[in-house]
């Protein structure tokens, strides 16, 4: 048996309950695959707060370094709102980021085609959508200084500043044209350039980044169309690029191709640091009611067998996992349509029927 540490940080509202049912699948696909999974649960975001008086700690940023692998659950909820900004939940989330120097965020939109009826979009619209969103998690106007809250003749002000160095540019962007060459070949890298300094500085750079890379084809959207093309036609994407605030708002708005934003996954890498989280938050209005849909945090938990362990098999069996509850009619109230042949289920029926497809697929091997 191989043994291989991670992190697990289930964070604050829905994070423990989707989490835990992420780590149980994970361990129980990784014994198959030869490998024994170790697992460290530490407080993160509003809950680390609580036990600390800060949402993450100096010992708890330097284990998650030393283990290199992260699985997050969400953080954040209206307790923790009014707290100073370095406080705050997302304070920590970001200081992981920028610890663990995961500047590549990547976002799978894929259709499952079980839940064509779960999206506000139609169906012929839909086929055939497989989009991945690489998102720069580490750089733009979330991190870029100066920032700061002032007043001038009496009217507060504050500033927040949206800054791209090329290499920063170049990092992200080549892991989208890498990706591109296992997919469709494409890239299509979103900014925007009409008006904004940092984006003609994005868009320059990964123009000359693209001649190392011929064989991907490389186009350009501004973030606006963009926002409108993903509803009118997802379609016509395959790899697309783009800073850190227009990813946050684009993914969540693709997420609704699937159905849920409690489907969407990421991972976040860089160098050999690996960083997992649904992209959904912590929903404090369900938490502790039981009907979470945890298969957000389980794809994302199939995205760190695939990306950080290179277990491609075990992350093939979490995806098949989660197509089979979805094809049994299983539905949380997030996806639920009344469409005949479904079920609404909370959270536990869909771990059950996970594991099950698990185990019956273990005795099969
Ligand atoms: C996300 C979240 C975070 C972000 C928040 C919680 C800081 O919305 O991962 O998309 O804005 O990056
Ligand atoms: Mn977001």
Known sequence: MNRVEIVVLPGDGIGPEVIYVAIDLL?????????????????????????????????????????????????????????????????????????????????????????????????????????????????????????????ENGDPFSVDTMKYSRSEVRRVAKVAFEAARLRDGRVCSVDKANVLESSRMWRKSIIELSEEYPDVELTHMLVDNCAMQII??????????????????????????????????SASIGGENGLYEPVHGSAPDIAGKGVANPLAAVASAALLCRYSLKLEGAAQQIESAIISVLEQGLRTADLFTEEPGTKLVGTDEIASALMEFVQQSENVN
């Open 232 to 265: 009118r036609q997802p379609t016509q994407f395959d790899v697309m690029v783009t800073g850190n605030l227009f990813g946050d708002i684009l993914s969540d708005a693709a997420s609704m191709l699937t159905g849920s934003l409690g489907m969407l996954p």
């Open 27 to 151: 361990k129980a696909v990784c014994r198959q695959y030869d490998t024994e999974l170790i697992v460290t649960e530490l407080p993160f975001g509003g809950t680390c707060y609580e036990e600390y008086g800060s949402p993450v700690t100096e010992e708890i940023l330097n284990k998650c370094k030393k283990a290199k692998f992260v699985l997050l659950g969400a953080v954040g909820g209206p307790q923790w709102d009014d707290l100073n900004p370095d406080k705050r939940p997302e304070a920590a989330l970001l200081q992981l980021r920028k610890e663990l120097g995961v500047f590549a965020n990547l976002r799978p939109i894929n259709v499952f085609p079980a839940l064509s009826s779960a999206s506000s979009l139609k169906k012929e619209i839909l086929d055939g959508t497989d989009i991945l969103i690489v998102r720069e998690l580490t750089g733009g106007i979330y991190f870029g200084k100066p920032r700061f809250t002032s007043e």
